[in-house]
């Protein structure tokens, strides 16, 4: 007969062989879960069997979108009217404070009505109407006004302070119950298999998380670093803007913005609110006087004060004084995506242009509302490959307002810098005199420059219509060779300017987009 206590020895050695095999697994299996599996590219990569996956974690969220700016704020209330469930993260929900994204285009404005967004660039921001710009050169001045006439009144242009904008567009996007806005850095695209799976992010706490979804729509902004892993960035540099805000002054020509042909680039203003008027110089290059030592006080007083209307040159030397003077270095950047199964780009992170003829936020409220087109149709998101393939449209369909508005942004700043060269002032002094010239020749490229006329043919035609006009007034009233040497020269000089960016847009798809085959995609069936 066993004696009962073999047996209860045998109980409590199974017992601790039990919790010791326990410790050992758990132990595993959290090493295995801490394992780096960060790749060269920028992704993390999930084990084959895709452990980190769970039903549940899969089946909350149909998009993560990164990012909560202009592009990201306004995509999350748009995909979850939709009925979509939304996860937005973004790196700081406090209000932003820039120096652009403050003045958005009637094209850009048409966009926010069709979103449902109008109401957050409004009197609650105290938002101001613009109607146009006035250009300013050598003491002389022109007006070009939007062509409105076949829209209703509120219909215009509108310019505010960038963060109250954005923070009305998240507040509206949370008053929706489908989407959740959780503060957090997101570090890395999650990736299995070749396939974007989510992010992996740190929460306002400092903790490591991972967020998954069938789709990833990454809008982290002109200072992205998630872009290199979904497109093949080539970012450029042409200037910095310097910022100011002058008080209790009005413009010389209200509710309009007003563009200096300056030396050695344009100096802007425009209005934030109704008693506030931005002042943006242009400085090339990517370095300004420092503001620290006093340089650029003295910059701003002695080179660019005697440039401003006289107006508004009290109020530039008393901004200047107070000494609240701000800079950032302006970026363009054409879209070059690499397709990429369960994630896209948006935004500042996908397409960056000049900020000179403030074009990015009709850009990108045009793609949102693309997007959400060619989304509307797709009940499950979960087929990444045959989305992805899909959304290649996308990149195609959005050329005539992208391409356009990229296209007139990167050729007027080279047209308004001023330069040493004889052909080169004359294309500027030729562009100031066209404008001046009314009708088609003011209305055409206003047109163009609100967003209302996204037709890239229309941009290259005034173009060069400014380049002949410029030739003209050269042979004007005699041709001379030396004259007509320097028109060529003119010719040359503004084929130099345009055709490298049409380069970068591709002529293919800006001007014969039909003829690109993924023009013709449609949606998978399931």
């Known amino acids: 007969m066993v004696s ?39 992704f993390v990569r999930t084990p084959q069997n895709g452990e980190f996956l769970t039903e549940m974690e899969e089946k909350n969220t149909d998009v993560v979108i990164v990012g909560a700016g202009v592009a990201g704020a306004a995509l999350a209330y748009t995909l979850a009217k939709e009925g979509r469930r939304v996860h937005v993260i973004e790196r700081d929900l406090s209000e932003p404070d820039r120096i652009v994204g403050e003045l958005l285009q009637p094209g850009g404005y048409l966009k926010l009505i069709e979103l449902g967004l109008e109401d957050c660039a409004n009197e609650s921001i105290d938002a101001q109407k613009v109607f146009g710009y006035a250009l ?20 215009a242009g509108r310019s505010f302070h960038n963060g109250r904008f954005i923070q009305k567009m998240r507040e509206k996007a949370v008053t929706l119950s489908n989407v959740k806005l959780e503060q957090g850095s997101v570090t890395t695209l999650i990736e299995e298999k070749g396939i974007v799976k ?24 002109c200072f992205s670093n998630l872009r290199k892993s979904l497109s093949a960035p080539q970012v450029e540099s042409p200037s910095c803007f310097v910022g100011l805000v002058l008080e209790n002054c009005e413009l010389p020509h209200a509710n309009h913005g007003h563009v200096i042909l300056g030396d050695p680039s344009p100096i802007l203003f425009y209005p934030i609110s109704s008693t506030e008027v931005r002042c943006l110089v242009d400085v090339p290059g990517t370095k300004v006087p420092s503001v620290a030592n006093g340089e650029m006080a003295k910059y701003l007083k002695t080179v660019v004060a005697p440039q401003i209307p006289p107006q ?15 800079s950032m270095q302006n970026r363009s950047m054409a879209a070059n995506p690499v397709p990429t199964p369960g994630a896209l780009l948006l935004g500042d992170s996908f397409n960056m242009r000049h900020p000179l003829t ?41 050329k005539p307002v992208s391409s356009t508005i990229n296209t007139l942004a990167g050729a007027l700043y080279k047209v308004f810098l001023a330069s040493p060269d004889p052909a080169r002032q004359e294309m500027r002094e030729a562009c100031f005199g066209y404008l001046s010239l009314g009708g088609i020749c003011s209305y055409g490229p206003v047109s163009l420059l609100s967003g209302l006329n996204p037709r890239p043919l229309h941009l290259f ?27 060529f020269r003119l010719i040359m000089s503004a084929s130099g300017i345009i055709f490298p960016i049409i380069k970068g847009e591709g002529v293919r798809q800006m001007f014969f987009p039909a003829t690109v085959p993924a023009y013709y995609r449609s949606a998978p069936v399931h």
């Open 358 to 398: 403030g074009g990015g936020m009709t850009v990108a409220l045009s793609d949102i509302v693309l997007l959400r087109d060619l989304l509307r149709p797709l009940r499950d998101l979960n087929d990444a490959p045959a989305l992805c393939n899909y959304l290649e449209s996308f990149y195609t369909l959005r």
């Open 198 to 221: 989510g992010v992996m992010y740190k929460n306002k706490a400092g903790e490591e998380m991972r967020a998954y979804a069938p789709l990833t729509i990454v809008c982290d902004g």
């Open 136 to 155: 300013y050169k050598d003491g002389k001045d022109t007006k070009l006004s939007y062509p409105l006439e076949q829209y209703n009144s509120d219909v």
């Open 4 to 42: 009962y206590e073999y047996v209860l020895g045998g109980v409590l050695a199974s017992l601790l062989g039990s919790v010791f095999f326990m410790i050992i697994t758990s132990t595993f299996s959290a090493k295995k879960k801490v394992h780096d599996f960060t790749s060269d590219n920028g």
């Open 312 to 326: 508004l040159l009290n109020a530039f030397m008393a901004a200047v004084d107070k000494g609240n003077i701000r």
């Open 461 to 487: 035609l005034h173009f060069f219509a400014v380049a002949i006009y410029g030739v003209g007034r050269l042979m004007f009233p005699v041709p001379s060779p030396q004259r007509m040497w320097l028109g």
